[in-house]
């Protein structure tokens, strides 16, 4: 007899709030191709800046690049300021290349948890979003936040170290964490130090259809239908999914093999669709010649961390902070 496949199991809370995310994803995106921004901006309720220290961390945001509309919110940890340096954390947020900011009620207390718990300084960068700017203006937004940062050191607070640099990122900016990481070591850029990279959940894909793509086409946030309709909306026309923004590893893939590129941490849900790509990124990184760790989670969904009611997603940053102890003691 077959073994019955595994369950998902989450609070109700997690499993109403997955619920609203898809099916506000879903009212938004249009058959066009195009977003209904008017409506995002009412359901998404951007959170101001606020320097004074709210759990013991402060925030405030710092433009890049007007015209763009790049910037970056800066979180600091108040009660840490006793400490000679702390490192710094640039972190992009996930939504696909066309959803969220860092000033999203998620992301702002994702990259708050993250601040306090590390404890570290943490740049999380606003890009543009896709459909209305695609490829590669994500990437090229993500590289001038850094290069920003590399010749701007008075935008972050004294006791930031951006020698001891690292990027992280979840689904959609983990991707563009790895891409950014890619041109800052080629271009080997000055003033900033990439020591580590968090990887968690990376959205990577390809034209195949993989197992878990059929296992779980439904799933909340990442379905099939929806990451779909999000890599033609963000490559350029003419591309499919083995652009090598997508699919990293596949037969477009860049020779990573002479690049200074910094050890990665990966972390994979077992009810992500996205999996099988995230477990071939790890692999390829190791077969580039790169030091790479996987850490799965397997019942654990896609954006599970960005719950804090979830034990597990404690548990990420606990990992997060060892990584980032353990790197900055080599």
């Known amino acids: 007899m077959a073994s019955e496949k595994p369950k998902l199991s989450l609070p109700w809370k997690t499993r109403l709030a997955m619920s609203i995310a898809s099916a506000l994803s879903d009212a938004t995106t249009r058959r066009n191709g195009t977003i209904n921004r008017r409506l995002l901006n009412i359901l998404d309720r951007q959170l101001p800046p606020n320097p004074t220290p709210v759990n013991g961390v402060a925030t405030k945001d710092v433009t890049v690049d007007a015209a763009n509309n790049v910037w970056f919110r800066v979180f600091t940890p108040t009660a840490a300021t006793s400490a000679a340096s702390l490192p710094v954390i640039v972190f992009f947020h996930g939504g696909g290349f066309a959803f969220l900011s860092p000033a999203s009620p998620g992301y702002d207390a994702v990259c708050r948890r993250f601040c306090r718990k590390i404890p570290a300084v943490v740049v999380s960068v606003n890009y543009r979003l896709c459909p209305e700017h695609r490829y590669p203006a994500q990437y090229d937004d993500g590289f001038a936040a850094v290069k920003f940062l590399a010749e701007n050191r008075a935008a972050l607070p004294e006791i930031a170290d951006v020698s ?67 890599w033609k909306v963000l490559l350029p026309d003419g591309s499919n999914r083995d652009h090598p923004a997508s699919n990293v590893s596949g037969p477009n893939a860049v020779d990573l ?74």
């Not at 800052?184 to 850029?189: A, F, G, T, W």
């Not at 993989?210 to 999000?230: H, I, Q």
Request: contains cysteine; hydrophobic residues 40%; negative net charge.
């Open 164 to 230: 001891k640099c690292f990027f992280a990122g979840d689904s959609a900016g983990a991707n563009i964490a790895h891409h950014v990481a890619v041109r800052v070591c080629e271009l080997e850029l000055r003033g900033v130090r990439l020591i580590g990279l968090v990887s968690i959940q990376p959205y990577f894909g390809g034209e195949e259809r993989t197992e878990a793509e059929l296992r779980l086409t439904d799933a909340p946030l990442v379905s099939v239908a929806r990451t779909d309709w999000l």
């Open 257 to 330: 093999s002479g690049v200074d590129y910094p050890d990665t941490l990966v972390f994979v849900g077992g009810f992500d669709p996205l999996q099988d790509w995230q477990r071939r990124y790890y692999e390829w990184l190791k077969k580039c010649g790169k030091k790479a760790q996987l850490i799965e989670y397997p019942n654990m969904i896609h954006a599970f961390y960005v719950f804090p009611d979830l034990p597990e997603a404690s548990q990420l940053i606990s990992q997060v902070k060892d990584f980032i102890v353990d790197k900055l003691s080599n």
